[in-house]
């Protein structure tokens, strides 16, 4: 099993859309989530993190659940410029707290 | 320029050579990592350097691959008797805050294409 799993994609919407994209990971010991995005050909950029009590940014809103072991994010009012790969990134565990794990993404595909 | 910067940017090399790349991390970056990235998927963790720690070398697929950071600066992954599996893109990455435990900033990447 791999140590961060996300969705397969592509996710394909329409402007306007509201998507969400789930991530599990193995370790439960994990201490630190975030989502990166990367747009094609370009490097991973810091979307946000992700607390235990959940948080917002304008559109963005990302939710752990450490029972479950499962992240999500979720995008209200889909735009074009949200086309990218989302990556899931799970940080620490008991003895590599700072070895960052990335999920394999997901892509969305935002049409008008 | 102040992020993280990457080279060479392309490298083609023949299967069997040794190669060379080179990650400049920000200034004051105490956190530097190595992943690869294969066409199509996610980013494969490599190896970790934090401080004056050992590094984290788990995620070395063999030990063709080695890696080492001097003065706690740059960094230099070193891909022995190249195979044509060992084509990607590396990316170096590098973090203020010990741990690790903050944002990463990328450079660029190396892509490495075996022939």
């Known amino acids: 099993r791999k140590e961060v799993e996300q969705d397969p ?27 990166y995005r990367q747009d094609c050909r370009k ?6 993190s992700v607390y235990s ?31 990218a790969t989302y990556l899931c990134v799970v940080a620490g565990g008991s003895s590599n707290t700072g070895k960052l794990i990335f999920g394999q993404g997901t892509t969305l595909q935002v049409k008008p | 320029g102040a992020g993280v910067s990457q080279s060479p940017s ?3 090399t023949e299967k069997g050579k040794d190669v060379e790349l080179r990650c400049d991390p920000i200034s004051g970056h105490t956190a530097l990592y190595w992943y690869r990235q294969s066409l199509g998927q996610g980013l494969e963790f490599l190896i970790y350097f934090q401080g ?13 691959f080695s890696a080492e950071r001097t003065g706690g600066s740059v960094s230099t992954l070193t891909i022995q008797r190249t195979q044509q599996e060992d084509s990607a893109v590396y990316l170096c990455a590098s973090s203020r805050l010990a ?10 990447g190396s892509r490495l294409t075996v022939l």
């Open chain 2, 99 to 108: 741990g690790g435990v903050g944002e990463l900033f990328f450079g660029e």
């Open chain 2, 52 to 64: 004056n720690s050992a590094p984290d070398k788990s995620g070395l697929p063999s030990d063709r």
């Open chain 2, 10 to 12: 392309n490298k083609v």
């Open chain 1, 53 to 83: 009590s959940g948080n917002e940014d304008g559109r963005f809103t990302a939710q752990l659940n450490r029972a479950s072991q499962y992240i999500s994010l979720l995008i209200r009012d889909s735009k074009l410029s949200d086309s």
């Open chain 1, 9 to 35: 994609g592509p996710f394909n919407v329409p402007e306007g859309a509201t998507v969400a994209f789930n991530c599990t990971y193995s370790n439960s010991a994990s201490q630190s989530f975030f989502w």
């Open chain 1, 43 to 48: 490097e991973p950029k810091l979307l946000m």
